[in-house]
T-cell receptor, first 110, second 115 residues
Framework: GQNIDQPTEMTATEGAIVQINCTYQ??????LFWYQQHAGEAPTFLSY????GLEEKGRFSSFLSRSKGYSYLLLKELQMKDSASYLC???????????FGAGTQVVVTP | DTAVSQTPKYLVTQMGNDKSIKCEQN?????MYWYKQDSKKFLKIMFS???????INETVPNRFSPKSPDKAHLNLHINSLELGDSAVYFC??????????????FGPGTRLTVL
């Protein structure tokens, strides 16, 4: 399978900004998703990028550079409820076959 | 509520048993998936069905057999359960049609523990 790399854990304080990077092999790339997963719960959709550039959705933004095989998820004005695992998932080829990274555990401290 | 639902939420069973997990979606999607999330939190696709037809079949032991009676349901039957099958199994659905990508929506998960 394709390697999808993201940091294991990041810690930040309430109100701060955190950027989670994700790198992937570019061959066969067909879209990139970010999901949030709280402990013991299902992954929930945050953002989707297929073209280069920045997608902004409230406090969350996601950036993609297809030529570099790179994406980041930016979380602004961190809140305690943002403590969760953030999963980078890349679609390679057709039929929704998503390859997930191992997830980045974000810990928000008071 | 419109959603992806799975039953049961928890499943504890002995090695060697056969068990099934059911999944239903009322989002009107054509494509459904089964994922396995192991103790290291890696989420890996197992199967995908589009309109009741098998589209993706990853290298999963043939003890695992998905069944899609209609496009709103995708069940997972597991024979001769092994300790290594212990994981959380997530069902998901999307409007993916092979060319256009759509968001996958996940069910709440089934935590399977094999003793």
């Amino acid at each position: 399978g394709q390697n999808i790399d993201q940091p294991t854990e990041m810690t930040a304080t309430e109100g701060a900004i955190v950027q989670i990077n994700c790198t992937y092999q570019t061959s066969g790339f067909n879209g990139l998703f970010w999901y949030q997963q709280h402990a013991g719960e299902a992954p929930t959709f945050l953002s989707y990028n297929v073209l280069d550039g920045l997608e902004e959705k409230g406090r969350f933004s996601s950036f993609l550079s297809r030529s570099k095989g790179y994406s980041y998820l930016l979380l602004k004005e961190l809140q305690m409820k943002d403590s969760a695992s953030y999963l980078c998932a890349v679609r390679f080829g057709g039929w929704g076959k998503l390859q997930f990274g191992a997830g980045t555990q974000v810990v928000v401290t008071p | 509520d419109t959603a992806v639902s799975q039953t049961p939420k928890y499943l504890v069973t002995q090695m060697g048993n056969d068990k099934s997990i059911k999944c239903e979606q009322n989002l009107g999607h054509d494509t459904m998936y089964w994922y396995k999330q192991d103790s290291k939190k890696f989420l890996k696709i197992m199967f995908s069905y589009n309109n009741k037809e098998l589209i993706i079949n990853e290298t999963v032991p043939n003890r695992f057999s998905p069944k899609s009676p209609d496009k709103a349901h995708l069940n997972l039957h597991i024979n001769s359960l092994e300790l290594g099958d212990s994981a959380v199994y997530f069902c998901a659905s999307s409007q993916d049609n092979g060319e256009n990508t759509d968001t996958q929506y996940f069910g709440p998960g089934t935590r399977l523990t094999v003793l």
